[in-house]
């Protein structure tokens, strides 16, 4: 482990930085960034030593240079420097997979088949009939995975130790499912709709990944069956040929490859629904997936409030008298951002930041505020979303076993010499 | 989609390798620590890249890695034979634990 003895030294220096709330202990850290994927340097708590040894910049086919998590199955988070524009390219959007069996499919191969207990009739399309039969429409909204920024926490949980990531922002096109879904006819019954793509597990014995929506959410005039990205058909790695995009709600829902849909009158019961991308109940003011509520934990429904500054690197150096520019994105789950204020005195005050062009209420916003700078010394730049409904970022971690719903306030480390 | 039918773990292991496409011959620089207990650990490559042991070190203990194997044979259905979980522990305790745990 090459970085381990920097790393723990680091990562002593922020916990004492954190805990003292001065800002005398800051000087030694200039030397943070360089390593690939470093959330320290971005002003987080580190990922775990391991994770920031193995990973490295690998491009995988059709795709530009993302940080290798794992190989197999494929999980590649996307670095900063594309989070500098309010839509994320397709070539660096970050690829998720649980199971290492992805196929490749051929667009005329594919079809989608539509069924289940609480449809009048079963159904199939091919895509050019998706594309012919249905109204298009568009949407701009955030993929989040649910565990971005798992390697944040602490104490660490395990999981794919993301960094800041996994995430992208792009313009999605494709039918509606509700559309798809009244071909089909559902049923008064109905409860929840489950979704199944075209990826398997090597073992028999392996749960497929399969996910499912409440009716309501399925119905929602903004989930979609979406066949391109920012203009250009699905990348293989997200999702090629069509996808499920469920705006507002993480990415475990967005299932890829899609390839088949059931209305159902029960709960589905799959390890992936019933086990795994769970929360503690009564943590988070998230919505319930009221069919999925088991005594002690629910499914993880909708994102949370968040921003990224992706201007700064902790332990930079600002010449005084020049500005610290802070830029980034914020983002929540489809109330839309009322405001991103920024802090450099640990909290004590707040500006507001100038808000960028509002691509919809489920897309990344950007922000900026330009900070004068008058005097040397160490600076703690810190920034805060808060969404129209008035949720904000949390102060402290809200721990939970699966590293789920990370928005903990960044705070970027800086020195005016 | 449920397609894979896999009768032994020989065969699973050049499936698994099959279906990973493009990052395979990188895959393979993925080494894990030469220590007792390592070609046990191999079996893990049936189903995913060793990387995902050394992105979870070192901060699990003897319970964690333990809770981690159970679920890759319970929940997953990993072909481990009961023999072989507590080597395949141990290694991982020793070789990628919290340091505190060794």
């Known amino acids: ?417 | 989609m449920k397609t894979a039918r896999i009768p032994s773990l020989a065969t699973a292991g050049v499936l698994a390798w099959a279906l990973a496409g493009a990052a395979t011959a990188q895959e393979s620089k993925v080494v894990l620590k030469d220590a007792p207990g390592r070609d046990k650990a191999m079996q893990c490559v049936a189903c995913h890249s060793v990387d995902y042991i050394q992105m979870n070190s070192a901060f699990l203990d003897k319970a964690g890695w333990t809770a981690s194997a159970n679920k890759m044979i319970n929940a997953f259905g990993a072909p481990i034979a009961k023999e072989d979980v507590e080597p395949i522990v141990n290694y991982l305790v020793q070789n990628y634990g919290k340091p505190a745990a060794k």
Not at chain 1, 8 to 20: I, Q, V
Not at chain 1, 58 to 69: D, E, F, H, N, S
Not at chain 1, 294 to 320: D, H, Y
Not at chain 1, 389 to 413: K, S
């Open chain 1, 1 to 417: 482990m090459k970085n381990s003895v920097v790393s723990e030294s680091r990562r002593r220096l922020l916990a004492g930085m954190a805990g003292a709330g001065t800002l005398a202990a800051v000087a030694p850290l200039r030397a943070m960034a360089g390593e690939v994927g470093s959330t320290g340097a971005l002003g987080f708590a580190e990922i775990p030593d391991g994770a920031l040894a193995e990973q490295l910049l690998y491009a995988l086919p059709g795709k530009v240079p993302l940080i290798k998590k794992t190989y197999r199955p494929p999980n590649f988070e996307t670095p900063i420097e594309y989070f500098r524009t309010p839509i994320t390219p397709n070539n660096a959007f970050f690829v998720r997979y649980h199971l290492a069996g992805i196929p490749e499919i051929k667009a005329a191969d594919w079809k989608l088949a539509v069924g289940g207990d609480s449809v009048g009739q079963e159904l199939a399309f091919t895509l050019d009939q998706l594309k012919k039969d249905f109204e298009a429409v568009e949407v701009t909204a955030v993929c989040q995975c649910s565990g971005n920024r798992r390697g944040l926490f602490e104490p660490h949980v395990p999981g794919v130790e993301w960094g800041v990531g996994a995430m992208g922002n792009a313009v999605w096109r494709g039918v509606r499912l509700k559309d798809i879904l009244a071909k089909a006819g559902v049923k008064g019954d109905a409860l929840e709709v489950v979704f199944d793509g075209a990826d398997h597990a090597v073992m028999d014995k392996t749960p497929d990944f399969v996910k499912s929506l409440p009716v309501e959410v399925a119905l929602d005039e903004n989930t979609l069956v979406a066949f391109e990205m920012n203009g250009q058909p699905l990348p293989h790695w997200n999702g090629f040929p069509a996808r499920l995009v469920v705006p507002g709600w993480t990415g475990t829902y967005w299932i890829k490859q899609l390839v088949s849909i059931r209305v159902i009158s029960k709960p589905e019961g799959n390890f992936w629904m019933s086990t795994a991308y769970r929360v503690p109940r009564g943590k988070f003011k998230t919505p319930s997936f009221k069919s999925q509520v088991a005594t002690a934990n629910e499914p993880i429904t909708t994102m949370v409030v968040n921003s990224l500054i992706t201007s700064l690197q902790s332990g930079a150096q600002i010449a005084r008298g020049k500005p610290i520019e802070v830029k980034g994105i914020a983002w929540d789950s489809g109330a839309g951002l009322a405001s991103v204020e920024v802090s450099t005195d640990l909290g004590t005050s707040w500006q507001r930041a100038k808000l960028g062009r509002d691509l919809g209420r489920f897309s990344f916003r950007e922000f900026a505020l330009s900070i004068p700078t008058r005097e040397r010394g160490s600076v703690v730049v810190m920034a805060r979303a808060t969404s129209r409904t008035g949720e904000t970022q949390v102060e402290q971690l809200i721990h939970n076993p699966a590293g789920y719903h990370h928005n903990v306030i960044q705070r970027l480390y800086l020195e005016v010499v």
